[in-house]
């Protein structure tokens, strides 16, 4: 039986290869996890940036996902990787505060966000590395 949870993913790579994580590969895993969690993914809560730089946050699929959370249409959002949202530490910490402040849970998929004082560590020297 299927939680009536609202989720979405979210996945971005960059054009430039090779990229070090495939979109196609990101979006299966996403795909995976959630079904995992027993939960059912519409296809207009996938989020896919295909071809740009996370070093920008003008993205077409991130404005849209931003929009949908911001009208409290999304209670998870599964992402690979921090660095997958962006590559600017200020702006991942942003955007995940805002999203959870919108009642939003975020789940990586390569580890979870800080809830100890050693993994909140680990998620920002991640992030930072990633920058």
């Known amino acids: 039986m299927m939680n009536t949870k609202?989720?979405?993913?979210?996945?971005?790579?960059?054009?430039?290869?090779?990229?070090?994580?495939?979109?196609?590969?990101?979006?299966?895993?996403?795909?995976?996890r959630v079904a995992q969690d027993g939960?059912?993914?519409?296809?207009?809560?996938?989020?896919?940036?295909?071809?740009?730089?996370?070093a920008t946050l003008v993205r077409p699929a991130l404005a849209r996902l931003c929009a949908v959370i911001a009208a409290g249409d999304i209670d998870r959002l599964y992402i690979a990787s921090p660095d997958r949202l962006t590559r600017q530490w200020a702006a991942m910490v942003r955007l995940v505060d805002e999203f959870q402040r919108q009642g939003v849970e975020v789940i990586f998929l390569d580890r979870e966000l800080g809830r100890s004082p050693e993994e909140a560590l680990l998620w920002q020297a991640q992030g930072m590395m990633a920058e």
């Open 6 to 32: 609202q989720v979405g993913i979210y996945a971005r790579a960059a054009a430039q290869p090779p990229a070090a994580h495939p979109i196609a590969g990101q979006v299966a895993a996403l795909r995976a």
């Open 39 to 54: 939960l059912a993914l519409l296809p207009e809560m996938e989020f896919i940036d295909e071809g740009y730089s996370g």
